[in-house]
């Protein structure tokens, strides 16, 4: 443990974690010059304002730096106020005995000062209801709250890269753009620029009306009077630079009738054909969307690479207003070659625990604070999903259990039998009452999978895994891939889905098939499960969902 401060590698400040989270709780820097910047979370005036005492953080963990300024330094009405940014040099102190901090600043100097007008501030000393905000998204990453998931968020990203990488996964830039529907669900969000350029036109023919048929006969006489003069210059023998320069006006004259033409052909609105909207006009020349899953183009490099992964922003366009949707949200997807449904399986267990194992290493701070503030459960709920194996049961078993439960008297909103889709309090109820662990469900009905999935043996079942984790529900689903031809094909005919735009897929399959699998992690979904908030908007930076897409 070194006794002298940190400093930042592309600033002069020290980060406030770097005193505070050593082992000695910043102690054996005391007597150590250092410039430490932040936001005030606190402040208040002591000894007849002589000095003030003030909470200073700058994201770098969730712990404050207590720092002592004296009124001479700087305007002490100012720098108490909750939010006021500040860079100030000082000397690192044992405070007096009996406080709570290990060390606190001296300030000698104020570097900087971000005044705050604390009438129109919306965030107060006092902590504000997670609901409200969201109506300052902007802002809310200052709060003790938010700024934990900001650095729960880059943990388990950068576990997430850190565990493929050490694996030998890969990773594939998968488009955002997509020309399929991976979910078959239709829940997509549609990218367009008909609808601009309509609007565009409808402007433009406002501002310059297109031209009449009358306009279009005048404009066609002059064609021929350009092209009577033509003949004259000829028949009279003039000079090549008369004649040529009569024929550019002819030309001209041609051009401008064809412009003519075209602009009175005109109409305002979306283009169409056959009664149905033109899509050969729009930007890609086809209908195209945002993606809800990297997975059918991902599978096309796990053909080739064998072991690959990506992790991005994925899109439903979904209107529910629950605490369990968003309309962005990110996806972790690894696809495997030459790998089967219990390769899946493992793998997803490993890479679960794995972030777990991560977190309760690198983030016990801001697991602490979750469990102080948010939920008193959920360092013991990672800790037993880090140490302890998942439980694996089929479909099948899994509603054999809950029919078990409901003949015991459980009641479930929901309806419990053979072909149903579980729902979240099923999963739950598995996860925290039947197991009290994770547990993977796996080989589910066709009906109710994806038409990619790989067909069992029994043709009513699937080679489809989810894992749930209490608290959540669903946390991943997976499945075999279905990589024998004809019964993709069928399956997708069955469906009632287009072949035409799948063909690229089904070339997969023509063209040197490989039995794979792979799965989708909701990275959200895992931030919920880790920190125990109720809501999954506040486990995304800037959260999107229907009705409401701020900045």
Not at 56 to 62: K, R
Request: net charge negative.
């Amino acid at each position: 443990m070194t006794t002298s401060v940190e400093r930042a590698q592309y600033s002069d400040r020290v980060p406030i974690r770097s005193i505070i989270l050593r082992p000695d709780g910043g102690s054996g820097l005391a007597g150590q010059q250092a410039r430490v910047g932040g936001w005030v979370k606190t402040g208040r005036k002591a000894d007849k304002d002589a000095f003030a005492f003030l909470e200073l953080n700058d994201g770098s963990c969730a712990g404050n730096l207590q720092i002592i300024v004296e009124a001479d330094k700087g305007d002490l009405g100012q720098l108490v106020l909750t939010g006021t940014c500040l860079q100030v040099d000082g000397v690192l102190k044992l405070p007096p005995d009996g406080k709570k901090q290990k060390v606190e600043l001296q300030v000698e100097k104020v570097i900087h000062v971000g005044v705050v007008d604390a009438s129109k501030y919306p965030l107060p000393k006092t902590r504000l209801p997670l609901e409200l905000l969201r109506d300052y998204v902007h802002l809310r990453a200052r709060t003790n709250t938010m700024g934990a998931v900001a650095r729960i968020r880059d943990e388990l990203s950068y576990a997430t890269k850190r565990f493929f990488h050490e694996r030998g996964f890969r990773y594939v830039n998968t488009p955002n753009i997509t020309t399929s529907d991976c979910e078959g669900a239709g829940e997509m969000f549609q990218v367009t620029t008909l609808i601009s350029e309509a609007e565009k036109l409808e402007k433009n023919l406002i501002k310059n009306p297109p031209p009449s048929e009358v306009d279009v006969e005048s404009a066609k006489l002059i064609i021929k009077q350009r092209g009577n003069d033509v003949a004259q210059l000829k028949s009279a023998k003039a000079s090549k630079q008369e004649i040529g320069a009569a024929v550019a006006e002819l030309q001209k004259a041609k051009e401008n009738v064809m412009k003519m033409e075209e602009r009175s052909k005109l109409q305002p609105g979306i283009p169409q054909k056959d009664g149905k909207i033109d899509y050969s006009q729009d930007f890609f020349a086809r209908q195209a969307f945002l993606t809800v899953s990297g997975q059918l183009q991902l599978e096309s490099y796990a053909c080739a690479l064998s072991t690959v992964y990506t992790f991005g922003p994925t899109f439903r366009a979904e209107k529910s207003h629950t605490s369990r949707h968003l309309a962005e949200f990110w996806m972790v997807e690894p696809e495997m070659a030459f790998a089967e449904l219990e390769h899946d399986m493992d793998c997803a267990e490993d890479y679960v625990k794995f972030m777990c194992q991560w977190l309760l290493d690198h983030c016990m701070e801001d697991m602490e604070f979750f469990a102080d503030k948010i939920d008193k459960s959920c360092i013991d709920r990672i800790t037993m999903s880090a140490k302890t194996p998942f439980a694996r049961i089929t479909y099948t078993e899994a509603v054999e259990l809950l029919t078990e439960a409901v003949k015991n008297g459980k009641k479930f909103e929901n309806h419990v039998e053979w072909g149903i889709d579980l729902a979240s309090e099923h999963e739950r109820y598995l996860t925290e009452v039947k197991f009290q662990k994770s547990v993977i469900v796996y080989n589910y009905p066709k009906e109710i999978k994806a038409f990619y999935m790989r067909l069992n043996d029994d043709s009513k079942t699937v080679a489809a895994m989810d894992v749930l984790v209490p608290k959540v529900g669903e946390l991943i689903g997976g499945s075999q891939r279905e990589e024998r031809y004809d019964v993709m094909l069928s399956r997708m005919k069955e469906m009632g889905l287009p072949i035409e735009p799948y063909e690229w897929y089904l070339d997969l399959r023509r063209y040197g098939t490989v039995k794979h699998c792979g799965f989708g992690l909701g990275f959200e979904r895992m931030v919920q499960f880790a920190t125990g908030l109720d809501n999954i908007k506040d486990c995304m930076p800037f959260p999107r969902s229907a009705g409401r897409a701020d900045l």
